[in-house]
């Protein structure tokens, strides 16, 4: 099992800064790939970045340029540094780890809203 606790989110105007933090813990050491998704009501959940446990990392278009995903081993903790955010980017955004290449595990969300 793998419990995940994100932290991070709030309220921040349009062209600001915020980074989430997840926090992993019980059997992280089979944990394959850390992902951020995030999701507005009434839409389905989207991937917004990822990365591997080799540090490989992918973003979704609308993340590029400005989104930033990161791991910090040691601590057990995968990082989403979101810059020149947009009202559009306003949603909960979960953090996801895939164990064994086959079970996922989900945060409980936290939230981002970015006035315009």
């Known amino acids: 099992q793998v419990q995940l606790a994100e932290s991070g989110g709030g309220s921040v105007q349009a062209g600001g800064s915020l980074r989430l933090s997840c926090a992993a813990s019980g059997s992280t050491f089979n944990i394959n790939a850390f992902g951020w998704y995030r999701q507005t009501p009434g839409k389905q959940r989207e991937l917004v970045a990822t990365?591997?446990?080799?540090?490989?990392?992918y973003y979704a278009d609308s993340a590029k340029g400005r989104f930033t995903i990161s791991r910090d081993r040691a601590k057990n903790t995968v990082f989403l540094q979101m810059s020149s955010l947009k009202p559009e980017d306003t949603a909960v955004y979960y953090c996801?780890?895939?164990?064994?290449?086959?079970?996922?595990?989900w945060g409980q969300g936290t939230q981002v809203t970015v006035s315009s």
């Open positions: 996801r780890a895939q164990v064994d290449f086959e079970s996922d595990y």
């Open positions: 990365i591997s446990t080799a540090g490989g990392t």
